[in-house]
């Protein structure tokens, strides 16, 4: 179960759309996620990782991205970063999770809260297959 199941809007950035077409909802207040740190799966131009998944995590999922040289369960106190246990939601890079669905071993997303560019490199019925909300 994850430690944040709010489905309501982040903080004062403006909500951008999900893959759905309907406001952006939060991926998660705890841990806090988002590349703005607003709970919520926003992408600009500053965001080179484009985090726009909303992920629930899975064990498989956090072995996978530490052995690719992102440690996703290690806490880092000094970043504010609790490290993320399995069913935690959180804003994955989108390269990430192509990688991981690539290799059989994607977490499945919220696509409420899953930015609606990720339409432009996977298709909604891939992300449907993948979802706990559809």
């Known amino acids: 179960m994850p430690r944040d199941m709010d489905g309501g809007e982040g903080g004062g950035r403006p909500q951008g759309r999900n893959v759905l077409g309907g406001t952006l909802a939060t991926c998660s207040r705890m841990p806090l ?11 600009g131009s500053d965001d080179v990782g ?4 909303c992920a629930e995590v899975t064990e498989e999922f956090l072995a996978f991205s530490k052995a690719r040289g992102n ?12 490290g993320l246990v399995p069913g935690d939601r959180w804003c994955l890079c989108l390269a990430r999770w192509i990688e991981a669905w690539q290799a059989g071993v994607a977490p499945r997303l919220v696509l409420a809260a899953t930015h609606e560019m990720v339409l432009r490199h996977v298709p909604l019925e891939t992300l449907r297959d993948h979802a706990v909300d559809a």
Do not use: I
């Open 33 to 43: 996620t988002g590349f703005y740190r607003d709970g919520c799966c926003n992408v």
């Open 50 to 53: 484009v985090h726009a998944v």
């Open 71 to 82: 440690d996703l369960s290690t806490p880092a106190p000094g970043f504010g970063f609790p």
